[in-house]
């Protein structure tokens, strides 16, 4: 096998759920590009049909199968079908998320709120494991399975929903006992922690000058993330390139989560600090002369 040969998803089967929009979209794209077999899964089945119709100009096969994750029977109904369409599912990709209480305060935020995002987030990403992962020991022959957790599950954030950012340290540490769990088995369990990224979730925030310019500042790479970049740490779970990889956390931030939280510089920043120190307090830029 040729390095490339071991980034291939030629030939196997993929769900994803949370398919009918935004990364799930993406996540779906860059799997059949790859030729995979696809089960788009979602609550929108109108939405999932549009998706269906973009990728059927790849070579796999694509399945379109509702699914409300926060609905352990409607999971397992996911999961049979999948199965009796394809014969088994080599990558599950848990995406489908929610942040319900996104705007409210921690202090503000109800029972049903605290839940809604909890059921999806968690439980409903469980579920999803537990029904694809059972079926991939059980047959021998192990699988991927690759949880969308978030920046916001490795620390804490002021002001970020408070169940959201809960929900995604739970999966991020839900990661590692399923990984360690199923590793005898063949099944590897990993997860991508996407930094800021343009979505259905956090466009109307991203409209919103102030808090669009607070997140780019935050980040070292000093933007947004393109969804696209998301595709690489897919790619490289989701094959054999990680065939010994499994229980950890890839995070695609822009460098954000290597920070302790302090903002990026400002530009009157550096110039105070060029006064001070000189040559020596002057960045090196891009064809500085």
Not at 227 to 237: D, M, S
């Amino acid at each position: 096998m040729t390095a490339l040969e071991r980034f291939s998803v030629a030939g196997r089967t993929a769900i994803v759920t949370g398919a009918s929009s935004g990364l799930g979209v993406t996540f779906a794209h860059a799997l059949a590009e790859g030729g995979a077999n696809v089960v788009l899964a979602a609550r929108r089945v109108d939405k999932l049909e549009e998706v269906k119709r973009q990728l059927q100009r790849f070579e796999g096969e694509v399945m379109v199968q509702p699914c409300d994750v926060s609905d352990s029977a409607s999971v397992a109904e996911m999961a049979r079908a999948a199965w009796e369409r394809f014969g088994r599912v080599d990558i599950l990709l848990n995406n489908a998320g929610t942040a319900a209480e996104a705007g409210i305060m921690p202090e503000r935020t109800t029972d049903d709120l605290f839940m809604a995002t909890i059921n999806t987030n968690l439980a409903g990403l469980f579920w999803c494991c537990r029904e694809v992962g059972a079926r991939q020991l059980a047959d021998g022959k192990g699988g991927s399975i690759i949880n969308v957790a978030s920046i916001m599950g490795l620390a804490g954030a002021h002001n970020i929903p408070v169940a959201y950012q809960a929900s995604k340290a739970g999966v991020i540490n839900l990661t590692r006992n399923l990984a360690a769990s199923w590793a005898d088995r063949g099944v590897r369990v990993n997860a991508i922690a996407p930094g800021w990224f343009p979505s259905e979730m956090t466009n109307d925030w991203f409209a919103v000058p102030e808090f669009l310019q607070r997140v780019v500042d935050a980040a070292p790479m000093a933007r947004l993330g393109d969804p696209e970049e998301l595709t690489g740490a897919l790619l490289f779970l989701a094959s054999d390139a990680s065939s010994f990889v499994t229980g950890q956390t890839i995070a695609v931030d822009g460098g954000l989560s290597a920070t302790s939280g302090a903002s990026s510089w400002s530009d009157a920043l550096f110039t105070v600090v060029e006064g001070l120190m000189g040559e020596g307090g002057t960045r090196i830029l891009p064809n500085a002369k």
